[in-house]
T-cell receptor
Framework: GAVVSQHPSRVICKSGTSVKIECRSL??????MFWYRQFPKQSLMLMATSNEGSKATYEQGVEKDKFLINHASLTLSTLTVTSAHPEDSSFYIC???????FGQGTRLTVV | DAKTTQPTSMDCAEGRAANLPCNHSTISGNEYVYWYRQIHSQGPQYIIH???NNETNEMASLIITEDRKSSTLILPHATLRDTAVYYCIVRVAGIYNQGGKLIFGQGTELSVKP
Protein backbone atom coordinates (compact mmCIF):
# COMPACT_ATOMS: atom_id res chain seq x y z
CA GLY A 1 0.00 0.00 0.00
CA ALA A 2 0.88 3.64 -0.16
CA VAL A 3 3.38 4.95 2.34
CA VAL A 4 3.04 8.00 4.55
CA SER A 5 6.04 8.97 6.64
CA GLN A 6 6.18 11.24 9.66
CA HIS A 7 9.21 12.86 11.20
CA PRO A 8 10.27 12.93 13.95
CA SER A 9 8.78 9.87 15.63
CA ARG A 10 9.53 11.30 19.07
CA VAL A 11 10.37 14.78 20.28
CA ILE A 12 10.87 16.34 23.67
CA CYS A 13 10.83 20.10 23.91
CA LYS A 14 10.83 22.77 26.55
CA SER A 15 7.71 24.67 27.41
CA GLY A 16 7.37 27.81 25.29
CA THR A 17 9.28 26.52 22.29
CA SER A 18 7.86 25.49 18.91
CA VAL A 19 8.00 22.08 17.33
CA LYS A 20 7.57 21.18 13.66
CA ILE A 21 6.27 17.79 12.55
CA GLU A 22 6.54 16.67 8.94
CA CYS A 23 4.20 14.38 7.05
CA ARG A 24 5.27 13.06 3.66
CA SER A 25 3.52 10.92 1.09
CA LEU A 26 6.36 8.86 -0.32
CA UNK A 27 4.91 7.26 -3.44
CA UNK A 28 1.88 9.35 -4.34
CA UNK A 29 0.78 12.95 -4.48
CA UNK A 30 -1.61 14.24 -1.86
CA UNK A 31 -3.43 17.51 -2.30
CA UNK A 32 -5.22 16.83 0.97
CA MET A 33 -3.78 15.53 4.21
CA PHE A 34 -5.31 15.25 7.66
CA TRP A 35 -3.82 15.86 11.10
CA TYR A 36 -5.01 14.05 14.22
CA ARG A 37 -4.15 14.16 17.89
CA GLN A 38 -4.49 11.29 20.31
CA PHE A 39 -4.25 11.46 24.09
CA PRO A 40 -3.51 8.32 26.15
CA LYS A 41 -6.37 5.82 26.30
CA GLN A 42 -8.42 7.94 23.88
CA SER A 43 -9.35 7.76 20.24
CA LEU A 44 -7.95 9.89 17.44
CA MET A 45 -9.33 13.39 17.21
CA LEU A 46 -9.25 15.19 13.88
CA MET A 47 -7.53 18.54 14.21
CA ALA A 48 -7.44 19.92 10.70
CA THR A 49 -7.49 19.28 6.99
CA SER A 50 -4.36 20.38 5.18
CA ASN A 51 -4.88 21.60 1.62
CA GLU A 52 -2.02 22.01 -0.84
CA GLY A 53 -1.68 25.60 -1.92
CA SER A 54 -4.41 26.97 0.32
CA LYS A 55 -5.27 27.47 3.96
CA ALA A 56 -5.92 24.57 6.24
CA THR A 57 -9.41 23.89 7.55
CA TYR A 58 -9.49 23.51 11.31
CA GLU A 59 -11.99 21.55 13.35
CA GLN A 60 -14.04 23.33 15.96
CA GLY A 61 -12.07 24.08 19.09
CA VAL A 62 -8.63 23.76 17.48
CA GLU A 63 -6.59 26.96 17.66
CA LYS A 64 -5.26 27.75 14.22
CA ASP A 65 -2.68 30.18 15.55
CA LYS A 66 -1.28 27.54 17.86
CA PHE A 67 -1.24 24.67 15.41
CA LEU A 68 0.19 26.06 12.19
CA ILE A 69 -0.25 23.91 9.12
CA ASN A 70 1.63 24.37 5.87
CA HIS A 71 1.08 22.23 2.78
CA ALA A 72 3.55 23.70 0.36
CA SER A 73 3.95 20.74 -1.97
CA LEU A 74 1.99 17.73 -3.15
CA THR A 75 3.99 15.40 -0.92
CA LEU A 76 4.61 17.39 2.24
CA SER A 77 2.49 18.87 5.00
CA THR A 78 3.90 20.27 8.22
CA LEU A 79 2.29 20.87 11.59
CA THR A 80 3.99 23.36 13.89
CA VAL A 81 2.98 23.42 17.53
CA THR A 82 3.79 26.97 18.61
CA SER A 83 4.61 27.99 22.17
CA ALA A 84 4.14 24.44 23.32
CA HIS A 85 2.91 23.71 26.83
CA PRO A 86 2.75 20.45 28.78
CA GLU A 87 -0.94 20.05 27.90
CA ASP A 88 0.08 19.85 24.22
CA SER A 89 1.93 16.62 24.97
CA SER A 90 0.22 14.04 22.79
CA PHE A 91 0.53 11.63 19.89
CA TYR A 92 0.17 13.50 16.58
CA ILE A 93 -0.70 11.53 13.47
CA CYS A 94 -1.19 12.49 9.84
CA UNK A 95 -2.98 10.71 7.03
CA UNK A 96 -3.12 11.02 3.25
CA UNK A 97 -4.55 9.20 0.29
CA UNK A 98 -8.01 7.97 -0.63
CA UNK A 99 -7.96 5.07 1.82
CA UNK A 100 -6.33 7.35 4.39
CA UNK A 101 -2.90 5.86 4.89
CA PHE A 102 -1.46 6.99 8.18
CA GLY A 103 1.99 7.98 9.27
CA GLN A 104 3.61 6.24 12.19
CA GLY A 105 2.84 9.15 14.47
CA THR A 106 4.90 11.63 16.47
CA ARG A 107 5.06 11.44 20.24
CA LEU A 108 5.43 14.99 21.56
CA THR A 109 6.42 15.56 25.15
CA VAL A 110 6.61 19.12 26.45
CA VAL A 111 8.57 19.55 29.67
CA ASP B 1 -19.55 12.64 16.28
CA ALA B 2 -18.82 9.10 15.19
CA LYS B 3 -21.69 7.45 13.38
CA THR B 4 -20.84 3.94 14.47
CA THR B 5 -21.24 1.80 17.58
CA GLN B 6 -18.79 -0.95 18.48
CA PRO B 7 -18.26 -3.11 21.56
CA THR B 8 -15.57 -1.72 23.81
CA SER B 9 -13.54 -4.90 23.96
CA MET B 10 -13.42 -8.50 22.75
CA ASP B 11 -11.24 -11.52 23.30
CA CYS B 12 -10.34 -14.14 20.73
CA ALA B 13 -8.31 -17.33 20.92
CA GLU B 14 -5.26 -17.52 18.73
CA GLY B 15 -5.97 -19.37 15.49
CA ARG B 16 -9.70 -18.81 15.72
CA ALA B 17 -11.74 -16.36 13.67
CA ALA B 18 -12.28 -12.94 15.20
CA ASN B 19 -15.64 -11.40 14.34
CA LEU B 20 -15.88 -7.71 15.14
CA PRO B 21 -19.36 -6.16 14.84
CA CYS B 22 -20.23 -2.58 14.02
CA ASN B 23 -23.59 -0.81 13.98
CA HIS B 24 -24.10 2.11 11.62
CA SER B 25 -27.87 2.46 11.50
CA THR B 26 -27.80 6.04 10.15
CA ILE B 27 -25.49 5.32 7.23
CA SER B 28 -26.30 7.24 4.07
CA GLY B 29 -26.52 5.75 0.61
CA ASN B 30 -23.22 7.24 -0.52
CA GLU B 31 -21.25 6.32 2.60
CA TYR B 32 -18.79 3.48 2.67
CA VAL B 33 -17.84 1.37 5.67
CA TYR B 34 -14.12 1.54 6.44
CA TRP B 35 -12.12 -0.48 8.95
CA TYR B 36 -8.79 0.46 10.47
CA ARG B 37 -6.77 -0.90 13.31
CA GLN B 38 -4.25 0.68 15.62
CA ILE B 39 -1.57 -1.29 17.34
CA HIS B 40 -0.28 0.37 20.48
CA SER B 41 1.74 3.54 19.86
CA GLN B 42 1.52 3.28 16.08
CA GLY B 43 -0.50 5.07 13.43
CA PRO B 44 -3.73 3.40 12.30
CA GLN B 45 -3.55 0.83 9.53
CA TYR B 46 -6.12 0.57 6.75
CA ILE B 47 -7.75 -2.87 6.61
CA ILE B 48 -10.68 -2.92 4.22
CA HIS B 49 -13.71 -0.98 3.05
CA UNK B 50 -16.97 -1.64 1.25
CA UNK B 51 -20.21 -0.07 0.11
CA UNK B 52 -22.81 -2.84 0.08
CA ASN B 53 -21.18 -6.00 -1.23
CA ASN B 54 -19.07 -8.25 0.93
CA GLU B 55 -15.37 -7.67 0.47
CA THR B 56 -12.28 -9.79 1.09
CA ASN B 57 -8.60 -9.05 0.92
CA GLU B 58 -5.43 -10.59 2.28
CA MET B 59 -6.07 -9.20 5.74
CA ALA B 60 -9.76 -9.66 6.39
CA SER B 61 -13.32 -10.04 5.16
CA LEU B 62 -16.06 -7.47 5.49
CA ILE B 63 -19.66 -8.58 5.68
CA ILE B 64 -22.26 -5.82 5.30
CA THR B 65 -25.92 -6.56 6.00
CA GLU B 66 -28.42 -6.09 3.22
CA ASP B 67 -29.93 -3.01 4.88
CA ARG B 68 -26.37 -1.70 5.43
CA LYS B 69 -27.14 -0.84 9.04
CA SER B 70 -24.43 -3.08 10.40
CA SER B 71 -21.29 -4.90 9.37
CA THR B 72 -18.81 -7.44 10.65
CA LEU B 73 -15.07 -7.51 10.16
CA ILE B 74 -13.71 -11.04 10.12
CA LEU B 75 -10.09 -11.94 10.77
CA PRO B 76 -10.15 -15.59 9.70
CA HIS B 77 -7.22 -16.88 11.75
CA ALA B 78 -6.33 -14.42 14.47
CA THR B 79 -2.74 -14.23 15.65
CA LEU B 80 -1.21 -12.50 18.64
CA ARG B 81 -0.10 -9.71 16.30
CA ASP B 82 -3.73 -8.91 15.57
CA THR B 83 -4.15 -7.57 19.10
CA ALA B 84 -5.12 -3.94 18.50
CA VAL B 85 -7.93 -1.40 18.61
CA TYR B 86 -10.22 -1.81 15.60
CA TYR B 87 -12.13 1.17 14.28
CA CYS B 88 -15.23 1.04 12.11
CA ILE B 89 -15.89 4.32 10.30
CA VAL B 90 -18.46 5.42 7.76
CA ARG B 91 -17.55 8.09 5.25
CA VAL B 92 -18.24 9.13 1.71
CA ALA B 93 -15.60 8.22 -0.82
CA GLY B 94 -13.41 11.07 -1.96
CA ILE B 95 -11.37 12.92 0.58
CA TYR B 96 -11.77 16.21 -1.19
CA ASN B 97 -15.06 17.00 0.42
CA GLN B 98 -15.81 17.45 4.10
CA GLY B 99 -17.74 14.20 4.27
CA GLY B 100 -14.65 12.31 3.25
CA LYS B 101 -12.75 12.96 6.42
CA LEU B 102 -12.45 10.20 8.98
CA ILE B 103 -14.11 10.63 12.34
CA PHE B 104 -12.93 8.02 14.82
CA GLY B 105 -15.09 6.55 17.55
CA GLN B 106 -13.75 4.58 20.49
CA GLY B 107 -13.28 1.35 18.56
CA THR B 108 -13.06 -2.23 19.81
CA GLU B 109 -10.01 -3.37 21.73
CA LEU B 110 -9.35 -6.89 20.48
CA SER B 111 -7.15 -9.11 22.60
CA VAL B 112 -5.93 -12.29 20.95
CA LYS B 113 -4.92 -14.80 23.59
CA PRO B 114 -2.70 -17.89 23.24
Amino acid sequence: GAVVSQHPSRVICKSGTSVKIECRSLDFQATTMFWYRQFPKQSLMLMATSNEGSKATYEQGVEKDKFLINHASLTLSTLTVTSAHPEDSSFYICSAGEEAFFGQGTRLTVV
Amino acid sequence: DAKTTQPTSMDCAEGRAANLPCNHSTISGNEYVYWYRQIHSQGPQYIIHGLKNNETNEMASLIITEDRKSSTLILPHATLRDTAVYYCIVRVAGIYNQGGKLIFGQGTELSVKP
